[in-house]
Nanobody, 122 residues
Framework: QVQLAESGGGLVQAGGSLRLSCAASGRTASSSAMGWFRRAPGKEREFVAASTWSGSRIIYADAVKGRFTISRGNAKNTVYLQMNSLKPEDTAVYYC???????????????WGQGTQVTVSS
């Protein structure tokens, strides 16, 4: 089992920045990739970004490319999502996920955190 805990969400004005953190614990060695997804009000959960733990491969959704950066901490157990130039349409609950391979589809990730709310005001 892998446990994931997100933090760092909050309220920010459009154009501002936030950094989300995801702390992993448990059998982290069983996961090779971490992903970030989000669910906006009234919408389905969507892919945001993902990275292998090594950082050798990183992918982003087109909607966040150039504004968001996924990275890992010095300790393997933490992954970050730096979000810059935030827009009201970025408002959502953000989830981190862990899986055996980097992927765009949420079904490819086995473990999920509880989510953290990000609200961007205009």
């Amino acid at each position: 089992q892998v446990q994931l805990a997100e933090s760092g969400g909050g309220l920010v004005q459009a154009g501002g920045s936030l950094r989300l953190s995801c702390a992993a614990s448990g059998r982290t060695a069983s996961s090779s990739a971490m992903g970030w997804f989000r669910r906006a009000p009234g919408k389905e959960r969507e892919f945001v970004a993902a990275s292998t733990w090594s950082g050798s491969r990183i992918i982003y959704a087109d909607a966040v490319k150039g504004r968001f950066t996924i990275s890992r901490g010095n300790a393997k157990n933490t992954v970050y999502l730096q979000m810059n130039s935030l827009k009201p349409e970025d408002t959502a609950v953000y989830y981190c996920a862990a899986g055996v391979a980097i992927a765009l589809r949420e079904g490819q990730y086995e473990y999920w955190g509880q989510g953290t709310q990000v609200t961007v005001s205009s």
